[in-house]
């Protein structure tokens, strides 16, 4: 029903700053919530931000609170992921997805970010 492809990844240094995107296809992108995981190895996923359907309502991780900001292109079907400050910490496969009701029900295939000392 929708795929999610992301891009933007990539090596940077602490305190340095990264914009992922997430292109979708379809139509019907504005049905979604759209939101930003993120998994490192030996750790759980983590969800880091959402946003509503018409990008009104944000949801952020305590973790980057301050930091990272979601943000939506409905006209465009891509959702963005600005991440500032960035700290070693955050070094994750970052994952883009999609959910209509309760439950995230489209991924896309994750971009590596890695955050060097």
């Known amino acids: 029903q929708v795929q999610l492809v992301e891009s933007g990844g990539g090596l940077v240094q602490a305190g340095g700053s990264l914009r992922l995107s997430c292109a979708a296809s379809?139509?019907?992108?504005?049905?979604?919530?759209m939101g930003w995981f993120r998994q490192a190895p030996g750790k759980e996923r983590e969800r880091v931000a959402a946003?509503?359907?018409?990008?009104?309502?944000?949801y952020y991780a305590d973790s980057v609170k301050g930091r990272f900001t979601i943000s939506r292109d409905n006209a465009k079907n891509t959702v963005f992921l600005q991440m500032n400050s960035l700290k070693p910490e955050d070094t994750a496969v970052y994952y883009c997805?999609?959910?209509?009701?309760?439950?995230?029900?489209?991924w896309g295939q994750g971009t590596q970010v890695t955050v060097s000392s």
């Open positions: 379809g139509r019907t992108f504005s049905n979604y919530t």
């Open positions: 997805a999609a959910r209509m009701y309760i439950n995230y029900d489209y």
């Open positions: 946003i509503s359907r018409n990008g009104v309502i944000t």
